[in-house]
Every structure is written in structure tokens, then in C-alpha cells.
């Protein structure tokens, strides 16, 4: 499988779960963070398994630092070729 279409399949199975309506009264509120939790890990799993980070860090707290280091020092949302990226990937939407 491409990582195209690889990106397509994970990207439709997260914007699937409908969390606007999650509230105490959502019986599927807990399955739905489960699910959520268990994307977050293995995302961490995979940026980990490059080799070059270690491995005693939890897999979600590694995600938070990769999202702060892309969002604080990088800036790469700041950058115009991702925001491009962005912003033809929701047209295809």
C-alpha cells in the first residue's frame, strides 16, 4: 500500500469518529478516547521506530514533544510549502 493511500485510510478512520456530540451521556464517549488513545500511541510508535529517539519515553508524551517542537520551534505550519500541503489536501476534501 502507498503512503498515499496509506494517509487516505488513516485520515478517513479518525475523521469518522464524531466527538462534537461526546458528553457525559455518550455511552461511546469511552470507546471513542480508547480508539483515540491507541492512535496517539501508535503514531509515537511509528515516528519512534526510526531509531534515532528513546525508547523509555511513553509513546503519548513523545507525541506531545513532536507536536511542540513542530508547532514551537519548527513553525512548520508556518511554512508555505506545508501550508500549501494543507490546504490542497482539504480541497481534496
Do not use: R
Amino acid at each position: 500500500m502507498g503512503a498515499d493511500l496509506q494517509l487516505k485510510v488513516a485520515k478517513a478512520i479518525i475523521e469518522c469518529m464524531d466527538f462534537k456530540l461526546a458528553h457525559e451521556g455518550d455511552y461511546t464517549f469511552s470507546q471513542k478516547a480508547h480508539i483515540q488513545i491507541q492512535i496517539i500511541n501508535s503514531l509515537g510508535k511509528s515516528i519512534k521506530n526510526e531509531g534515532i529517539y528513546p525508547d523509555e519515553t511513553p509513546n503519548i508524551q513523545f507525541v506531545q514533544s513532536f507536536l511542540n517542537w513542530f508547532i514551537n520551534d519548527a513553525k512548520l505550519h508556518e511554512n508555505k510549502v506545508y501550508t500549501e500541503l494543507l490546504k490542497d489536501d482539504e480541497d481534496n476534501y
